[in-house]
């Protein structure tokens, strides 16, 4: 249906300030014109229905989240979540519980996965024993909050056949007892040792899960996503891109998505034409489902995580006691050596596919943009840093230098906040430095790195413009509040840098030509001066439209359309 909503309306065309019009004209999916009331008035026919909006509301682009795991996201949705518990007895007996409520199903056999713990809360380092005393014979898989380390039961080990034989894997370490028994924890490259003895879901519970996903996310205003690839590395697996662009052809993708692959799906990309930024966009469409899909970069990873104490420094970690020695050594761990990084990523590049490499220590970034910086550039899509949250001031230039993106989630600035302080001391002054790397004019898109953490993309714009969470207790002082970001730049990091880090020109804005994905949205928040980040993170859309078609409507909004 064509739509012509008179209001005000951001078109994030411009680059220095929203650039507030008066209305915006919708036709076939895209956005057709754009202007005063009187200027588009003459555009309504008999088929266009007309909103008029009230004072207190806004029209803003689509939020695309640069770094969301789509499918593991949604399949999460119905897993145990462990986030938030505090200390280790409390955990195990909402694991306890979970493991009985199995067994009265009639699952005695089943796998229990979860995630969402995290070393802080349970003050150290538990053990597969520990999950064997609560839930017996059981086979169970969890990881962390970060998603690098999985703790798991005696009876998954035995099943991945894990033993005091089995070495370490490349870029990863069994964490081991006396005389070399492991644990039950694994991390970085090691979690995914039993991810070859857990059953992959069925298509039909993964379509589901994905369709009630996608609706959580139009209700946070989420039109889009970019999938940093799948956390189950399988080269054979249906999920990634492959199911994508297969919902994308048949007019089932709900959302926006591009799809990255991980280093195992390499080969198999390259065989099947794999293009970062092309997809079923480039057959001509005007708009609806067959622009849903694009390709994504080839993911790589230099380090492992904050949460893990595997994020690797340039100097030592502080004085950290709940986490014992940091993984890989007292400086954290690199996974794999530039070298083997740039021979990756050249055999990518070389076939049209742009490079994202996670990377969280100062270290870390480093070593992302040295390998990035020998390596060709993309025509249209950008190579990216995914999370870069410690930057050593020296590499904060090279980010623009080099044309890469820091693709950045600021809602880990809410959670990492006390962790960076007591793990990195000092050097936490150097964590997100986002104004930073505005000034130098690098593109910063936004992510929430769902399931990692809730996918509400306005908690993290909150914590850019204020570098504090509103849930921290009175008196907590903001993180670096020098590196704030006022709120338009924000907005634009979390709708239009997306669509530029992935070359695509129609997309993160509203002017005409562009895909009509747009929110409707309370205006506080939003209006500089004032720079309120408990407003921000506390909007919630009205109404989210994808292609024109509301996929998302509160049941308070109305718009007083006249048909």
Same mark, same amino acid.
């Given at each position: ?119 802080? @809360? /349970? $003050?150290? +380092? %538990?053990?597969? *024993?520990?999950? &064997? =005393?609560? !839930?017996?014979?059981?086979?169970? #898989? ?95 697996? @249906? /999920? $990634?891109? +492959? %199911?994508?662009? *297969?919902?994308? &052809? =048949?007019? !089932?993708?709900?959302?926006?998505? #591009? ?305």
């Amino acid at each position: 249906m064509d739509r012509l909503i008179l209001g005000r309306v951001a078109s994030l065309g411009g680059s220095s300030a929203f650039g507030w019009v008066d209305g915006i004209a919708i036709a076939r999916g895209r956005v057709v014109a754009m202007g005063s009331a009187s200027e588009l008035g003459a555009r309504a026919g008999l088929r266009t229905e007309v909103w008029h909006l009230p004072p207190d509301v806004a029209v803003v682009p689509g939020i695309t989240d640069a770094h969301l795991h789509l499918t593991t996201g949604a399949l999460a949705a119905s897993q145990l979540d462990l986030s938030g518990v505090e200390g280790p007895e409390a955990t195990l007996a909402r694991i306890r519980d979970a493991h009985l409520a199995m067994a009265d199903r009639g699952e005695a056999d089943g796998w229990l996965l979860g995630h969402g713990w995290s070393l802080d @809360r /349970l $003050g150290g +380092w %538990l053990t597969g *024993d520990d999950l &064997e =005393r609560v !839930a017996p014979g059981r086979p169970i #898989a969890l990881w962390a909050h970060d998603h690098h380390t999985r703790w798991v039961s005696r009876a998954a080990m035995s099943a991945a056949c894990i033993t005091a034989a089995a070495t370490d894997p490349p870029g990863g370490m069994i964490r081991r007892g006396d005389a070399g028994v492991p644990t039950g924890m694994l991390h970085e490259g090691a979690a995914t040792l039993v991810d070859g003895a857990i059953p992959e879901p069925s298509a039909a519970i993964v379509e589901a899960a994905l369709a009630a996903y996608a609706g959580i996310l139009a209700s946070l205003g989420v039109t889009g996503v970019h999938d940093p690839g799948q956390l189950v590395d399988d080269a054979e697996s @249906r /999920l $990634g891109p +492959w %199911l994508y662009r *297969d919902l994308a &052809e =048949r007019g !089932a993708l709900p959302l926006r998505v #591009a799809a990255s692959i991980r280093e195992r799906q390499l080969e198999r990309a390259l065989a099947w034409g794999m293009r970062t930024g092309r997809g079923t966009s480039d057959q001509g469409d005007t708009g609806g489902s067959q622009g849903r899909y694009r390709d994504g970069w080839l993911k790589l990873f230099a380090d492992g995580s904050l949460g893990s104490r595997s994020a690797a420094l340039l100097e030592p970690y502080e004085r950290d006691d709940p986490a014992g020695p940091a993984v890989g050594g007292p400086s954290g761990m690199l996974l794999r050596p530039p070298k083997e990084l740039s021979l990756l990523a050249g055999l990518a590049i070389a076939a049209g596919i742009a490079v994202q490499i996670h990377a969280i220590g100062d270290a870390a970034v480093r070593s992302a943009l040295d390998v990035l910086g020998g390596l060709p550039r993309p025509a249209g899509p950008r190579h990216r840093v995914e999370h870069a949250q410690l930057i050593d001031p020296a590499d904060v230039p090279r980010f623009a230098e080099l044309g890469v993106a820091a693709s950045v989630q600021p809602c880990h600035l809410c959670s990492d906040a006390s962790i960076a302080r007591l793990a990195w001391g000092d050097r936490a002054a150097n964590a997100f430095p986002l104004r930073d790397l505005d000034a130098v004019g690098a593109l910063i898109p936004f992510g929430t790195d769902a399931p990692v953490e809730p996918p509400d993309p306005w908690r993290g714009l909150g914590a850019a413009v204020s570098r504090a969470d509103p849930a921290w207790p009175p008196g907590e002082i903001p993180l670096n509040a020098d590196q704030a970001l006022p709120v338009w730049r924000a907005l634009r990091a979390a709708c239009l840098d997306p669509a530029q880090s992935l070359g695509v020109a129609d997309e993160g804005h509203l002017t005409p030509g562009a895909r009509a994905d747009l929110l409707v949205v309370p205006i506080r928040g939003l209006e500089e001066p004032g720079r309120c980040g408990a407003d921000l993170a506390s909007i919630r859309p009205l109404a989210t439209l994808i292609d024109g078609e509301i996929v998302f409507r509160s049941s308070g909004f109305d718009p007083g359309p006249e048909a």
